[in-house]
């Protein structure tokens, strides 16, 4: 079988009927017990079982306060000198990412996923007035595929691919103190508005005690957007440390990098000498977070079994921004996996 935990923990499911196993399959299940996930804030990592569904709830919250150029921190008054009549404060990113995962054959598993987008953020303004804008609505729907290429009885190698559907809104818009429903700059809008393609490849090592796994992924953005742009391509590698703690606890360790570029063509609806986020040229950046998972996956218990729930909270150790542009102060997901 694919050797994960969800797919385990989905055909310990089956097993807590003794019609619907054999031993051998049994002993398998118990030997890979104590194999741990890869952490909630990671995806594409793994395939099913065919025929097996997974169902999967993200919530995360990631907050940015105060701005940066390369790795040197400005103040509010700072940002509006390098040329801007409002400087950003800070912003909240919430997002809640509905999932789905189908093992389509013993190699292929399909995935979907469609996120529901609020953000919010506050700014000041040269005459120290301070205001609030928000946008809230469907992101970009994924719809991908992962595919075994290679598995032993516990290393796996995955790729995964996939495409972006321009199912968020790129036109978001809101009152400021300098216009009435004012056209959002390019961060605040919901989606890229492209059709962008993904692709990414994992491998993963389940060890009795602990697991591991490294991940290199990139998107790619195609064409322009309805309002005139598109986003830069982000490029993504991390690599965790995943352990069970006992039979119902669970914890991981995660490193992440990742580089991402400016936009493209330009919004002409907005304008760049009011605020860093209306220059297209201020996007870019680099950054490498370290977080912390706790994963809880009751395996025993007859009625949770085939649920996960975890979180996984980062903070960044670097990051170099194309400034001035708000930089990142830590990321919070909280996950509810199902799987059967
Ligand atoms: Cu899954």
Request: glycine share 10%; aromatic share 8%; with cysteine.
């Amino acid at each position: 079988m694919k050797n994960n935990m969800l797919c385990v923990a989905a055909t310990l499911a089956f097993a807590a009927n003794p019609l619907s196993i054999n031993s051998a399959q049994a002993d398998e299940h118990i030997h890979n017990h104590n194999a741990a996930p890869a952490p909630i804030g990671v995806m594409g990592d793994h395939v099913h079982e065919e025929g097996s569904l997974m169902f999967s709830y993200r919530y995360s919250n990631m907050k940015m306060a105060g701005n940066r150029s390369g790795t040197d921190s400005l103040t509010p008054a700072q940002t509006r000198a390098a040329g801007f009549m409002v400087a950003p404060l800070n912003m909240t990113m919430q997002m809640h990412m509905f999932g789905a995962m189908y093992g389509a054959s013993e190699d292929l598993t399909l995935t979907a996923m469609l996120p529901y987008v609020h953000k919010s953020m506050n700014h000041e303004t040269g005459g120290g007035m301070r205001f609030e804008t928000s946008s809230e609505g469907l992101g970009d729907a994924k719809l991908g595929g992962i595919y075994n290429l290679y598995n032993n009885h516990n290393e796996n190698l995955n790729l995964s691919f996939g495409v972006a559907i321009p199912t968020g809104s790129v036109d978001e818009r809101d009152n400021t103190p300098a216009m009435a429903n004012a056209k959002l700059p390019y961060p605040m809008q919901l989606g890229s508005g492209t059709f962008d393609p993904m692709l990414g490849i994992t491998y993963t090592n389940s060890l009795q005690d602990f697991s591991y796994g490294v991940q290199a992924g990139t998107t790619q953005r195609l064409g322009k957007n309805s309002e005139g742009y598109r986003l830069g391509d982000e490029y993504n590698l991390t690599g965790w440390v995943a352990t069970e703690i006992n039979d119902v606890f669970g914890a991981s360790l995660r490193l992440d990098g990742k580089k991402w570029g400016d936009i493209s063509g330009s919004d002409s609806q907005l304008n760049p000498a009011m605020v860093p986020t209306a220059r297209p040229d201020l996007r870019a950046g680099r950054r490498v977070d370290a977080l912390i998972g706790l994963d809880i996956q009751p395996f025993d218990d007859k009625l949770l079994n085939g649920h996960r729930l975890a979180l996984e909270f980062g903070v960044p150790l670097y990051q170099h921004l194309d400034g001035p542009q708000l930089e990142s102060d830590y990321r919070l997901t909280l996950g509810w996996q199902y799987s059967f």
